[in-house]
């Protein structure tokens, strides 16, 4: 068993854990290392897949399809997270709207592309500042953390974030 | 036509048709709560410019029930990129009503892009909406409010005077769920 997760693919991985939260909503922007994740969701006729212009637009979607009784997750980088400060805070934490992100987080060890490194350091210091938990699973660990993560949510009536690094989609 | 009396109108049709309303915050929600409070009505505190989007989302889950977003167009302007995702996703029970009244009404009516021309019907329609209309009077918005899609309401500058919405985030959202659950599920 933990043979087999240790093999496990990191984006299986995480569709795994968004299966076993009972995850049937989503809305995603795209990051290159969510690809494979994008497809396994788009491609899941239980989970009602939205592909949307911004990450905001994203957190106001989600949070119609909560009050609509969904379970809904909220796929985008974490440059996103940048875009959806406001939302997440006057809307998800003000009404108490659960949300499970996951985030696709660029900009540390490893990055490439200078732009994405300012909104990388920033990220875990965001969330921490608006008090919205955060959780950074290796590849084995990740379906039961991305569960965890939804119970969580759910728990505290907040969203949660599953901040997945350079080093998580590495692993093979 | 004032924007209280086309919220007025609005909310009428939404009492008519059972549906869940959406609204933008300030004083078009503080309008509606005086108007016609209703636990389907979802009034938005903060997050400016994601009404459309609420409601979208909420028409996607539950087909079975209309939803009416009261909309402005400097909310609409803050998040155009979501007329996009209506348009191709947006059921037939889902109607967005753009308050248009050319300013940020709640902040001192500063003059917004539409005030020096910018259609949103054309916008909407260029973002790929097919049912989309621009209404000018009681007579266009309530034909309006019986279908489904985009409408741009024009409307005059001016806030009723009514007070601040004295319900609790928590309070709103809990019997705006129950209302909304409940009615899907029946």
């Known amino acids: 068993m933990d043979r087999n997760k240790q093999q496990m693919n990191p984006s299986l991985a995480v569709y795994r854990g968004v299966k076993r939260a009972g995850i049937n909503f989503a809305a995603s922007v795209p990051c290159v290392n969510l690809q494979q994740l994008l497809r396994l969701v788009g491609e899941d006729p239980e989970i009602m897949h939205l592909p949307v212009t911004r990450e905001e637009e994203g957190v106001g979607i989600c949070c119609g399809a909560w009050m609509g009784g969904r379970k809904p997750a909220l796929l985008m980088q974490n440059s996103g997270l940048g875009n959806s400060i406001n939302a997440l805070a006057s809307l998800d934490l003000l009404f108490k709207v659960p949300l499970l992100m996951i985030i696709s987080h660029r900009g540390c060890e490893g990055e490439q592309i200078i732009g994405q490194v300012p909104m990388g350091k920033l990220t875990p210091k965001l969330l921490d500042a608006m008090q919205i938990p955060r959780l950074s699973p290796s590849p084995d660990q990740a379906e039961d953390v991305v569960a965890q993560a939804w119970s969580l949510a759910e728990e505290r009536r907040s969203p949660v974030a599953v901040l997945l690094d350079l080093q998580f989609w590495r692993a093979k | ?186």
């Open chain 2, 1 to 186: 036509m004032k924007r209280i009396e086309a919220i007025a109108l609005a909310a009428e049709a939404a009492e008519a048709q059972e549906a869940l309303v959406v609204c933008n915050i300030g004083f078009p929600s503080r309008e509606l709560y005086a108007l016609m409070d209703r636990s389907e009505n979802f009034y938005m505190l903060g997050s400016m410019g994601l009404a459309s989007s609420i409601g979208l989302g909420l028409a996607l889950v539950l087909p079975k029930r209309r939803v009416i977003v009261l909309d402005g167009d400097g909310a609409v302007l803050m998040n155009l990129g979501t007329l996009a995702t209506i348009a191709h996703n947006a059921p037939r029970n889902y109607l967005l009503v753009i308050l248009d009244n050319c300013c940020f009404g709640s902040t001192g009516s500063q003059p917004t892009c539409t005030h020096f021309g910018t259609d949103l019907e054309a916008i909407a329609r260029g973002a790929g909406a097919e049912s989309v209309r621009t209404v000018a009077n009681a007579e266009g918005l309530r034909s309006a409010l019986a279908g489904d899609g985009i409408v741009v309401a024009k409307v005059e500058i001016g806030n009723a005077d009514v007070p601040i919405i004295p319900l609790s985030p928590e309070k709103i959202i809990e019997r705006f769920m129950k209302s909304a659950q409940q009615a899907e599920r029946s």
